[in-house]
Each structure stands twice: as structure tokens, then as C-alpha cells.
């Protein structure tokens, strides 16, 4: 028999809900009110003892990046026990205010109002974080809580990455604590926490941000009066750091700082198609060609290119290469060490039989890990690099001399070559920088160069790995990515292992009766004074099998100049040929050879073009990486060429771009443009 009688849990479900009381939504507030001033009591001045990477542990999103969990202690700490003891008090409320135990609605919290918090500049905000207010607490109950915003942030691990995240916004537990948190958001100073959205276009105009990593300060080449100083001299430059570095910094959402910007290593990471060289006596000829600079119609482009010679594989001799690589604590992340056995390995696959490897390690695992090993045997060589791991700070007490001793125990008549791979440690052994530079320099005149490799970032010594590759007459590359060591260490092996010729100088007279204004762009920490041109005693750049190095000057013609001439001055003759606009001269040593050859070439107006396009793709690529590379540095010089104007001279200048290089620029100076647009 079916029961017809009234379910009484659904009549229950009916019963309507009493009023909360006022005494127990007051005990509630209190309650938590007093918890909270409790905990802001227990807290201390401790000293934290940092993290285990020597340094103290940082928030791990970039809107607090540069402050340390020990600076941000009272926004952080009043932001989470508001946030951890508000829903406390609430439900201490809530529970107080039921009658029966059927569960029914709770009351729902309304949205707080906005209270202005001051932003940061736009330059340095890298997210946005959504406002937070003072509600009145009297009206939480009544209202329903809005969708929460989504808020962009970074992390330390990948800056660059804008994430959209949802974030829960809670309100403030009270007006006393909403003020002090809006004060300590307030005193966030630039480069901290922004508190809004980021308007289109702004994004990008930032100043230059300190990295971390350090780099050699300079001052850009300045303008010369030809009739003053009409001779220029400089070292070749072969390194591509500055582009390798400069490019992943823009790809991660950051403008390099300028003096990261070096213009002769961006135009130089380019291969160019000048004319191979006659023969390995002769290892390169200048090509030289005059145009009308892209950025000033008033001036002219000098530029220099020559392509080192390729000798043919049988006749290249054995190489004896000795792995210096870096162990310590801050190699290990996932663009250093991990990188670096990658790196190492694609350049194994690249060496003969008939050349030796050695592996030396310093800092957390120092000490001779492979002693001279024929490269044939790869699997004992990689196996050794993969036993390899990060750790430890404590230098390795005779890193940098054992490499050398094992360089010298398997001495040969080809390439002798130590090759540093570090993210700036450079604590080798030797730690006064000028004493590690003449050790290595005095090592060079013995027939061992220093090749020298960075990784990672926030604690690249570029200034040091610089001046340690040019003291060891060898090249400056920096890894920033599995693509670029297969570049470096497959594509160009030749150029970065095999010299074939040394001490290249160039020195450049210019007529004052033609050029009344020049300039070399670039090459500032390269400069030569005139009388070292011919002393065989001073040490220049080396060039290796298949490099291709290029020079540019801007050049200004008579009568077009910014500088006035002197009234009292003398009028310069010119004591060449009267159509010469200027004289090339250039200097080398064969390897192993300490007199110098002399190569001589007038720049003549048959490599004069009035348009260039007729100059050629190379021509117009050189021309749009220097003009990129001035504009990223903020240079006086070509400003007033749009970021447009220069990705058309780019695409024109792409030519056939064997490996995507020259597309994988234009892209980049798509980057640039978002982070440093034109200025309208």
C-alpha cells in the first residue's frame, strides 16, 4: 500500500532561514581581527640563511622580481593571513547563523570597489595583476562575487612567457588592513609589482634592463674630420656573442642593454658571398664597394668584406682541443650544463680519427676528468661528459693550468686550442683577471689558443670572456640554444677551429680632398692605435677556414659635412691618385709564421654604385643589420630609420639564406619594433 502522507524532509527544505544575528557576525570580524594583529606580533627580524644557489631566495614571479621573500615579509605576510583567515571568520559567521541542519545558500560576497593604487612605469611593468579594494563589510553578504580577471604573469624560469592565469580574487578583510596593503603595493618601486593592465603599445617602451650579466663598457665610435685624422686602424673581429645574446634577450621579451649591443658581431654572424680566397699563402682578398647609406642621404658606406680560405679536408692537420667546462652551483640549469654536453657532443661528431680530446672540469667536480682521448673513441668521451654534474662554487685550484699541461702533452703541428665553456665563473685557478690574461697570453705565443663559450643568463661575465678570447687569439660565441651550438660547432667548425691566418689588421687612409667625414661602425673595442699597423708585436684578431668578416664606414663626401672647417687651418693635399676616395691596407700572419703580409687596395670609384639595390643583397643585409644594431643600442646615429624601413632592407637583402639565418633577423626585428616602437 502506497503512503500518500507529506515527505517531512521536504517540507523541512521549505522552512524558511531565521536572520543572522548581529552578535555573531560581530564576534566573527573580531575574532579575525584578533588572529591577525596576534601574527603581526610573533613576527621577527630573523636573518634567513638564502638559498643553496648563493644568494637570497627570490619571489618566483617577475611582477616581485628583485625583491627577496625577506624584503616583500609585510605585503606578502598581510596578504596571506587576510586572505587565509577571512574565509575563517566567515564561516564561523555562517555556522553561528544556522538554525537546523539543512544546508542552505550562503551568503554570497559583492564585488569590492577599486581603490587607486599608483602604477609603475610602463617600462618595467611586465604584468598585469588585478585591483584589489576595500569593501565594506557591512554589504559582504549581499551581493554575488564577479568572475575573477585573468591576471599575466612570468616566472623567473621563462620571463618571456606571458601566461594567462586565472587568479581568485578575494576581497579585503578589513579597511585597516586594505590600507596597509595598498601602502606596501605603493612602495614597490619601478620594476616591481604594476597593479593595471597594459595599454597597446606600451609594452615596449622600456628602457634597457639591467640583466645580471656584465659586459664591457664603451663609447660609440665618434665622428672623425678626415683632414684631421685621416687614418683608421682596428683589429678584425670574428666573435658572434653580441648577436647570439642580444637575440635570445629579444625573443624573451627584454631590450639588451647597449653595451650588449656590439654592431661588428651582428653584421659579422652572417655569412656573406665575397670571393673565396686564391690560395692558403694568400688566405683572402678585400671586396670593397661604396653606396648610399639607407639611413642619411647625405653619406656613403664604405664596406670591407673578405672570406677566409677553405682548404680541402685532407689537408687539414690534427687538432689537439681540451674541454675547460665550468661545474659549479649556477650551471645547473637546463641552457648550461645539460646545454653545454649537448653542445659538446655535436662538435665530437665533427672531429677525425686523427685528433685528441681532453676533458678538464673546475669548480664543483674539478679536476682532470679525461685525460688526451683520440676522438675516435666517442663513447668513452661521452661518457665522461655525461658523468659530469653541477655543484659546488670551490674554483678548482689548478683548472685553467691543467688544460694547458694536457694541451701541451698532446701538442700537434695543426690546431692546439683550450675551449672554456662557462656561464661566467671564471674561477679557474687564477683568480687576478690580469694575471689569467698574461698567463693565457703568454700561452698563445707558445702555439695553444683560448676559445671561449657562454651559456645561460644572469650571470654571464661577457666582459671577461671577451677580453680571455681576444688575450688567446681565439673567437667569443655564446650558446643560447641547441640551434646555435649546431651553427657554432657543426656549420662553422672550420672558422672556429682552423686558423688560417693571424694578427689580421686593417687600416684605412681616407682622402680629405673627396671624404670630408667618417666614420667606422662598430669595432670600438677593437681600436688599434696607427703605428701598431705595422709593428708585428701587437696581437690582433685571427681568422679561421671559411670565415667571412666585413667592415662598414659611413663616410661623408665633401661639402655634405657637420663639422665646420678650420679658419686658420691648412688645407690638406691629397698625395695619391686624385680619384682615390681612400687606400686600404691590411696585414696577416700565416700560422706559425711572425713576419707579417702586406695586402694593399685603392677604393676607386668603379666600386662606386649610385643605388644599393645595383651593390647587392649583401650589401643591403649588411646595411639593415647596422642599422638595426644602432637603433637597438639608442645610437645617435640612423634614429630616424623606422623599424619598417628596416625590415624591407632586410627582406631585400635575404639573397638565397642558406640555413634561415637572414629570416630568423627579419623576425627578430619584429621583436624589436614591439618592444621599442617608432616614436609616432
Do not use: C
Not at 74 to 91: C, E, K, N
Not at 444 to 464: C, H, K, M, P, Y
Amino acid at each position: 500500500m502506497t503512503d500518500h502522507r507529506p515527505d517531512p524532509f521536504e517540507n523541512l527544505g521549505n522552512t524558511p532561514l531565521p536572520p543572522p544575528r548581529s552578535e555573531a557576525r560581530a564576534a566573527a570580524l573580531a575574532a579575525a581581527r584578533a588572529a591577525f594583529a596576534e601574527a603581526e606580533a610573533k613576527k621577527t627580524d630573523a636573518v634567513t640563511q638564502g638559498s643553496g644557489r648563493r644568494r637570497r631566495l627570490m619571489s618566483i614571479t617577475s611582477i616581485f622580481k628583485g625583491f627577496s621573500i625577506m624584503d616583500m615579509r609585510i605585503p606578502v605576510g598581510t596578504a596571506a593571513v587576510a586572505l587565509l583567515l577571512l574565509p575563517l571568520g566567515y564561516q564561523l559567521y555562517s555556522t553561528t547563523a544556522m538554525t537546523s541542519v539543512t544546508e542552505a545558500p550562503r551568503p554570497q560576497i559583492q564585488q569590492p570597489v577599486t581603490a587607486p593604487v599608483p602604477p609603475a612605469p610602463a617600462e618595467e611593468s611586465m604584468a598585469a595583476v588585478p585591483q584589489q579594494g576595500t569593501p565594506d563589510m557591512a554589504a559582504a553578504d549581499s551581493a554575488a562575487p564577479a568572475a575573477p580577471e585573468p591576471m599575466l604573469f612570468e616566472t623567473e624560469a621563462a620571463p618571456a612567457k606571458r601566461v594567462a592565469t586565472p587568479i581568485t580574487v578575494m576581497p579585503a578583510p578589513a579597511p585597516a588592513i586594505a590600507a596597509q596593503q595598498s601602502d606596501a603595493y605603493s612602495a614597490v618601486p619601478a620594476g616591481g609589482m604594476a597593479n593595471r593592465s597594459i595599454a597597446p603599445g606600451e609594452f615596449g617602451r622600456m628602457a634597457p634592463q639591467p640583466s645580471g650579466d656584465e659586459f664591457t663598457k664603451f663609447d660609440e665610435q665618434r665622428l672623425k674630420v678626415a683632414a684631421e685624422e685621416p687614418v683608421s686602424t682596428f683589429s678584425i673581429d670574428v666573435d658572434t656573442a653580441s648577436y647570439s645574446y642580444a637575440r635570445r634577450m629579444l625573443e624573451d621579451g627584454y631590450v639588451p642593454e647597449p653595451d650588449a649591443v656590439r654592431i661588428e658581431e651582428l653584421i659579422n654572424y652572417f655569412p656573406y658571398d665575397y670571393p673565396a680566397a686564391p690560395s692558403a699563402e694568400v688566405p683572402f682578398q678585400p671586396t670593397l664597394k661604396v653606396f648610399p647609406t639607407p639611413w642619411n642621404a647625405k653619406t656613403q658606406i664604405l664596406s670591407i668584406g673578405i672570406r677566409g680560405y677553405e682548404p680541402p679536408a685532407e689537408a687539414i692537420a690534427p687538432s689537439n682541443l681540451v674541454f675547460l667546462i665550468d661545474t659549479s652551483g649556477s650551471m645547473d640549469e637546463p641552457d648550461k650544463l645539460p646545454l653545454l654536453k649537448r653542445s659538446f657532443a655535436l662538435l665530437l661528431d665533427q672531429l677525425s680519427d686523427k685528433d685528441t680530446v681532453s676533458i678538464v672540469a673546475y669548480a664543483g667536480s674539478a679536476g682532470v676528468v679525461l685525460e688526451p682521448t683520440r676522438a675516435g673513441e666517442k663513447a668513452k668521451i661521452l661518457s665522461a661528459l655525461d658523468d659530469l654534474s653541477a655543484g659546488g662554487s670551490t674554483a678548482g685550484a689548478d683548472g685553467i693550468e691543467l688544460a694547458y699541461r694536457l694541451a701541451e702533452e698532446g701538442k700537434t703541428n695543426g690546431t692546439n686550442r683550450v675551449i672554456l665553456a662557462t656561464d661566467g665563473d671564471f674561477n679557474v685557478g687564477i683568480d687576478n683577471p690580469d694575471a689569467l690574461k698574461q698567463f693565457i697570453a703568454k700561452k698563445r705565443q707558445s702555439g695553444i689558443s683560448l676559445s671561449v663559450l657562454g651559456f645561460g643568463r644572469g650571470n654571464l661575465d661577457d666582459a671577461t670572456m671577451q677580453a680571455l678570447a681576444q688575450n688567446g687569439n681565439g673567437n667569443a660565441s655564446y650558446i643560447s640554444n641547441f640551434a646555435e651550438a649546431k651553427k657554432v660547432l657543426v656549420e662553422e667548425v672550420g672558422g672556429t677551429l682552423h686558423t688560417i691566418a693571424q694578427d689580421v689588421k686593417i687600416q684605412v687612409e681616407f682622402n680629405p680632398a673627396l671624404v670630408s667625414e667618417y666614420r667606422l661602425i662598430g669595432y670600438e673595442t677593437r681600436h688599434l692605435e696607427r703605428e701598431d699597423f705595422n709593428n708585428d708585436a701587437v696581437d690582433a684578431g685571427d681568422i679561421g677556414a671559411g670565415h667571412t668578416v666585413t667592415a662598414l664606414y659611413e663616410i661623408t663626401p665633401v661639402g655634405a659635412g657637420q663639422v665646420d672647417p678650420l679658419r686658420y687651418g691648412n688645407t690638406a693635399t691629397a698625395t695619391g691618385g686624385s680619384e682615390e676616395i681612400a687606400f686600404l691596407k691590411m696585414r696577416y700572419k700565416l700560422p706559425g709564421e711572425s713576419v707579417s703580409q702586406l695586402i694593399e687596395q685603392p677604393v676607386t670609384p668603379e666600386v662606386v654604385y649610385d643605388n644599393i639595390t645595383l651593390a647587392g643583397p649583401d650589401a643591403q643585409f649588411a646595411a639593415a643589420v647596422a642599422a638595426f644594431g644602432q637603433k637597438l643600442k639608442g645610437s645617435v646615429y640612423g634614429a630616424d630609420m623606422t623599424w619598417a624601413e628596416i625590415t624591407a632592407l632586410a627582406k631585400a637583402g635575404r639573397g638565397e639564406d642558406e640555413g634561415g639565418y637572414r629570416a630568423e633577423f627579419i623576425r627578430l626585428i619584429g621583436d624589436a619594433a614591439l618592444l621599442e616602437p617608432d616614436a609616432k
